[in-house]
């Protein structure tokens, strides 16, 4: 519904007052690449190619795996490492006591706190009284601390999205940074569906689902063991788009629903129950369903609510995408660069068979239940990131999201990040 796998989705990405950088050219491939893709995963619903596909003999690298049947006895964190000495202290407790864990990170969130607010009264102080050259020092002091801080909390923010894949007994799936067969094993996509969304959301993650995997109305989808390979970067925007995807529907959801209840018990007066405050008295559709819903919004609605709220869960969100897949800008320039000039989704598709199979772009060989399960995590991990900001904010002000175009997640450059990395 909101995300396609397409030119569109790209242009989507662009943040609210950022300026588009890219040429013709760029324009073009990047719409065929997207193009060549949704080819490719259409190609699971030609039974000859399946069989064919299925037959071969798994040859480039040794298969990954991530199966809730075989948990360790030691939980390990997502595939992203965390340096700070909170992030540290959470992730042992992870292992070794998680029922220490939340109460744990909400104490360093209020330490965290406590320092913030500590360090904004001696800068107010020291701009009141203090020299200039003094003054020059002392900021550089203090954006130090801060970004050690948000680094901090971006960190726990992280590893308390990995702490709910954990209480839904769902491991994250191991980095995939370089390529080959994957196996992610089987486990209960109960945990990744109904336990985690309302049944309005569940819809429309299905029809996001059905939309990256081209399935849309085939019964074979529920027991795909077709394979397909296709180029990381494009599993790594799959991925990327998914969760923005998560992260957005689930705040879309929590409004949908306490308007709804809202409506239900006369919040908008009883006399008065089709005023025009009330936002389900003049659609029809918009109460009959979330994706009615969504579809009533008005421009600023959309730009309201597409926008991801604070830099602590950008950084979140970036942390995950690039521990799976490295850097996507850098893999786009390597396809964009072994693809060349293009004119038609044949050939861009020919091309990337051949980039793919000469090894001069790294892929992945997965199956559609393994897509499937990469598709899915990729949405929770969203929603659940959404989830955790929100307690986060009850705790810790967070910091607001910058402007800036997420080039972690949409492949785009991406200047002025606020953390070198």
Known sequence: LIFRISFQTVEAMSWPGSKPSRSR???????????????????????????????????????????????????????????????????????????????????????LQEQKEEEEKRKNEMEANAKEDTLVLRRRIEEVKMNDRIRAVTELLYLKVCRKFQQLQVPLIPAL???GDVRFGNIDLKA???????????????????????????PSFAGGMGVVQIALFQAGQVYAMSAMFGYYLRRVDQRYQLEKLAG???????????????????????????????????????????????????????????????????????????????????EATAKLEQAIKSKEVESLRLT???????????????????????????????????????????GEDDEGRMLNE
């Not at 080819?39 to 000859?48: D, G, H, M, Y």
């Not at 690298?61 to 965390?82: F, I, M, N, T, Y």
């Not at 569906?193 to 085939?218: C, K, M, P, W």
């Not at 994706?291 to 600023?300: H, L, N, P, R």
Request: net charge negative.
């Open 264 to 346: 239900n018990f006369g919040a908008w007066g009883e006399k008065a129950p089709e005023t025009t405050s009330n936002p389900f008295s003049q659609d029809q559709g918009a109460a009959d369903s979330l994706k009615g819903y969504i579809e009533s919004f008005g421009a600023d609605e959309v730009q309201s609510m597409w926008s991801v709220t604070s830099m602590e869960t950008q950084m979140a969100m970036e942390s995950q995408v690039t521990a799976l897949f490295g850097d996507l800008r850098a893999l786009k320039d390597k396809l964009v660069n072994a693809l060349g000039m293009v004119s038609s989704p044949e």
């Open 25 to 111: 050219a760029h324009v073009l491939i990047a719409a065929l690449l997207f193009g060549a893709l949704a080819e490719r995963l259409a190609a699971f619903t030609n039974p000859w190619y399946r069989n064919a596909r299925s037959v071969q003999s798994a040859r480039t690298r040794p298969q990954l795996h991530a199966s809730s049947s075989e948990l360790p006895d030691k939980w390990k964190a997502g595939p992203a490492e965390v340096y700070s000495g909170v992030a540290q202290k959470a992730v042992y407790l992870m292992k070794e006591n998680p029922t220490l864990f939340d109460m744990t990170v909400d104490e360093e969130l209020e330490k």
């Open 177 to 179: 940074k370089e390529g």
């Open 192 to 218: 990744l569906t109904s336990d985690i969304y309302s049944q309005d959301a569940l819809e429309l993650v299905r029809e996001h689902l059905f939309r990256i995997i081209g399935q849309q109305g085939n």
């Open 368 to 410: 559609s239940d393994d897509l499937r399960r990469l598709v899915l995590e990729a949405v929770a991990y969203g929603s659940l990131l959404n989830d955790s900001e929100k307690q986060f904010d009850c705790i810790y002000e967070l910091t607001p999201a910058s402007t800036r175009i997420m080039g972690v997640l949409t």
